[in-house]
């Protein structure tokens, strides 16, 4: 699961994706990733969508168009 969500975090996925990825329902999911990982699934995400953005707003260059909203808009 944490594979998935690392692969495809600048999609448009959800839990849902993420346990049919994992092959687990979500539920399952969501108790596993507390017990090994102290979080969910969806915080998870939206953990590595925010160091996504973080990275690409540290290497954005103005002069190319890059702006805080379009990087944004990529990580969701």
Do not use: K
Request: aromatic fraction near 6%; avoid cysteine.
């Amino acid at each position: 699961a944490t594979a998935f969500i690392d692969e495809r975090a600048g999609d448009p996925i959800g839990l849902i994706d993420i346990a049919g990825a994992a092959r687990v329902g979500p539920r399952a999911l969501q108790t596993a990733f507390r017990r090994h990982l102290g979080t969910t699934p969806v915080e998870y995400l939206r953990e590595v969508r925010m160091q996504g953005a973080h990275r690409d707003l540290l290497a954005a260059d103005p002069a190319t168009g890059a702006t805080v909203a379009l990087i944004a808009g990529r990580w969701g």
